[in-house]
């Protein structure tokens, strides 16, 4: 789920900017489910694809690759308006992003 090569050198380059960077990364996208479930339940895919497109970029940058290439499937659900798809699919990102949050919180 995380390329921990790459967040180690992350890490080195940060140095102590790295575990605020983190911490930020987690409190952001607790926030980004409420707001793509909401989203959806008033049908705008719209808004659901800028925040699902929103965790893709922050997830790619804390090196969580596979969080962010699925959070690019939801993304292109929203932009299609598959609504009967989106609401499992948010579902099956959120467990993903909560592996990879107890993963980044365990490196910390």
């Known amino acids: 789920m995380i390329d921990f090569e790459s967040l180690n050198m992350l890490k080195e380059i940060m140095e ?4 605020p960077l983190i911490e930020l990364y987690i409190r952001d996208s607790d926030r980004r489910f409420p707001d793509m479930r909401k989203a959806l339940s008033e049908g705008d895919c719209e808004s659901v694809r800028m925040t699902v497109h929103s965790l893709k970029g922050a997830s790619s940058n804390v090196c969580a690759v596979d969080l962010a290439e699925q959070a690019h499937t939801v993304e292109k659900m929203a932009i299609d308006g598959a ?3 989106l609401g499992g699919a948010i579902d099956r ?3 993903s992003y909560l592996h990879v949050r107890e993963q ?3 490196f910390l």
């Open 16 to 19: 102590e900017e790295f575990q």
């Open 83 to 85: 609504v009967n798809q």
């Open 93 to 95: 990102l959120e467990q």
């Open 104 to 106: 980044l919180s365990e």
